[in-house]
């Protein structure tokens, strides 16, 4: 089981706004920023939120994110059918090692 | 363009050893911390190493260390995985990609590279 605690699954529908949260501790996300990924079905992941809630060029605004504590959350908004994914946080741990959640499949309806 | 293709994945027996190679270019390699991600079948990301610009600092998951060594070329923007004494619980479909200033994953990822452990 992953150190950074994430909800298994999601849904929506289209248009419908989702938050996936992504929940550790004071050595890693109360401590370090949170970027956020997505994997689309059988390919690689891609960078959707950096260092808590920056957007990468080219990713549409209604991707965001936030931090409060030792929890973050991603939210998407106006939620589409190709937002079908999988959606992972991760984050430096003070104990030297790079954390992944267990990720989130997310399911549009 | 930026392209990151990984290399050197395969079938190879328990206790085998394997070199995985990540080629880079469109992008200023020796700028990044680099890592490697790992994702077994129908699971979710690990992250296996990261190394540092100039391949000073390296880090490792508990689970590869001492048997996993990443190192980079810069003179050849490629970074590598020296992969030993492989066990069935390294199989995995293994990601390159560019590293933020804070260890995690960045922008630039590979398409991976598939690596099985059996006999």
């Known amino acids: 089981q992953s150190v950074l605690i994430q909800p298994p699954s999601a849904s929506g529908t289209p248009g419908q706004r989702v938050t996936i949260s992504c929940s550790g501790s004071s050595s890693n996300v109360g401590h370090n920023p949170v970027n956020w990924y997505q994997q689309l079905p059988g390919t690689a992941p891609k960078l959707l939120i950096s260092?808590?809630?920056e957007r990468p060029s080219g990713v549409p605004e209604r991707f965001s994110a936030s931090k409060s504590g030792t929890s973050a959350s991603l939210a998407i908004s106006g939620l589409q059918s190709e937002d079908e994914a999988d959606y992972y946080c991760?984050?430096?741990?003070?104990?030297?090692?790079?954390?992944f959640g267990g990720g989130t499949k997310l399911t549009v309806l | 363009e930026v392209q990151v293709v990984e290399s050197g994945g395969g079938l190879v027996q328990p206790g085998g050893s394997l070199r995985l190679s990540c080629a880079t270019s469109?992008?200023?390699?020796?700028?990044?911390?680099m890592c490697w991600v790992r994702q077994a079948p129908g699971k979710g990301l690990e992250w296996v190493a990261n190394?540092?610009?100039?391949?000073?600092?390296?880090y490792y998951a508990a689970s590869v260390k001492g048997r996993f060594t990443i190192s980079r070329d810069n003179a050849k923007n490629s970074l590598y995985l020296q992969m030993n004494s492989l066990r069935a619980e390294d199989t995995a479909v293994y990601y390159c990609?560019?590293?933020?200033?804070?260890?995690?994953?960045?922008?630039?990822w590979g398409q991976g590279t598939l690596v099985t452990v059996s006999s």
């Open positions: 991760a984050v430096w741990d003070d104990t030297l090692n790079v954390l």
């Open positions: 990609s560019t590293s933020d200033r804070w260890g995690t994953p960045s922008q630039y």
């Open positions: 469109g992008f200023t390699f020796s700028s990044y911390w």
């Open positions: 260092n808590n809630n």
């Open positions: 190394i540092k610009q100039g391949g000073t600092e390296k």
